[in-house]
């Protein structure tokens, strides 16, 4: 499976992006996804995924009620709605796919190239 992260960029504080990430070269709908995130200088860190057909979302606990996880299966693409976006919301993003559900990192096989976001104070 390859992985096409987009979306990211240049943002202020309090501002709003989506990432996407467009999925090919298998079947989506068997993957659950998510994404990850690293700061500079820091480890990954899970930020949200979500199961097979959508009905079941995960979220890191201090990221919730400003990010939103979603997939379109017709599009084989899956969104992070980033709201309220703050200075430490800065890092890479990577969009993930994996056979199994989980917050683990280790649990998924496929990654994407990342995505830049930064946001200024």
């Known amino acids: 499976v390859q992985l096409q992260a987009s979306g990211g960029g240049l943002v202020q504080a309090g501002d709003s992006l989506r990432l996407s990430c467009a999925a090919s070269?298998?079947?989506?709908?068997?993957?659950?996804m998510g994404w990850f995130r690293q700061a500079p200088g820091k480890g990954r860190e899970f930020v949200a995924a979500?199961?097979?057909?959508?009905?079941?979302?995960y979220y890191e606990d201090s990221l919730k009620g400003r990010f939103t996880i979603s997939r379109a299966n017709a599009k084989n693409t899956v969104y992070l709605q980033m709201n309220d976006l703050k200075p430490e919301d800065t890092a890479v993003y990577y969009c993930?796919?994996?056979?199994?559900?989980?917050?683990?990192?280790?649990?998924?096989?496929?990654w994407g190239q990342g995505t830049q976001v930064t946001v200024s104070s």
């Open positions: 993930v796919a994996s056979l199994v559900y989980s917050t683990d990192p280790e649990k998924y096989d496929y």
């Open positions: 070269g298998g079947t989506f709908g068997s993957y659950a």
């Open positions: 979500v199961n097979w057909g959508g009905s079941s979302t």
